[in-house]
């Protein structure tokens, strides 16, 4: 079954405790990304990644790394997680450049306390 | 479920009634467009989308109009089942931005029996 998984699927943590949720498909995908979605806000794009060793910036990268070492797998590094990354994280994926059909995993929620 | 649509707009409409979810969008230079449904606890799923050298694009019980002289998206879904009871975001892109993606705040839409 072609599908996106991330986990964990919920994260409870403290303030500065670095975390990672990784992220696979299962498509052969060339793209990738990471959103962040929270009340009232829609989805907002962390980082993507076009193919294996590239990867750059969306609109709220601040407070986030990733990297793209194998072309199914795009893990979403925490290094010093803060409250304000609370929210529920998707990982998406699509096959070249068509980033508008994208297939999304089911989410993390990750709270920081 | 993921509760992350506290405080989106919210249309209700009868079981076998049309839809219409109507959607901002905010750059006019954006030239691909998309719709997408997000069911309870599910990460977002690709609807349909359409190019800005069109005004009109059917899929199966669904159409997406694009008025571009006002910077207006509708999704319309025809003969609305309880099974389309969802969050529905628009996105856009821009010419040589088609590596991200700018989502819309979404609108609920609740089908009533």
């Known amino acids: 079954e072609a599908q996106v ?6 994260l409870i943590t403290v303030t500065g ?4 949720v990784t992220c696979s498909q299962n498509m052969n995908h060339e ?39 194998e072309k199914r797998n795009f893990p979403l590094i925490l290094e010093s997680p803060s409250p304000n ?6 990982c998406a994926s699509s096959l070249g450049r068509n980033v508008g059909e994208q297939y999304f995993g089911p989410g993390t929620r990750l709270t920081v306390t | 479920g993921e509760s992350v649509g506290l405080h989106l707009p919210t249309l209700s409409v009868q079981e076998g009634d049309n839809s219409i979810i109507n959607c901002a969008y905010s750059n006019s230079a954006s030239d691909y467009f998309i719709w997408y449904k997000q069911e309870s606890g599910k990460g977002p799923q690709f609807i349909i989308d359409i190019r800005s050298n069109m005004d009109k694009r ?3 019980r669904v159409t997406v109009l ?4 006002v910077k207006h998206l509708s999704l319309q879904i025809a003969a609305t089942q309880p099974g389309d009871s969802a969050v529905y975001f628009c996105a856009e892109t821009t010419p040589g931005g088609y590596n991200k993606l700018i989502f819309g705040a979404g609108t609920r839409l609740a089908v009533h029996p």
Request: proline share 5%; hydrophobic share 25%; no cysteine.
């Open chain 1, 31 to 69: 793209y990738m990304s990471w959103y962040r979605q929270d009340p009232g806000l829609g989805l907002r794009q962390i980082y993507y990644s076009m193919n294996v060793e590239v990867t750059d910036k969306g609109d709220v990268p601040e407070g986030y790394k990733v990297s793209r070492k």
């Open chain 1, 17 to 20: 405790k670095k975390l990672t």
């Open chain 2, 58 to 60: 059917q899929g199966q």
């Open chain 1, 5 to 10: 998984t991330q986990n964990p699927r919920y």
């Open chain 1, 85 to 90: 990354q609370t929210s529920l994280y998707f």
């Open chain 2, 66 to 69: 694009l008025n571009k002289t």
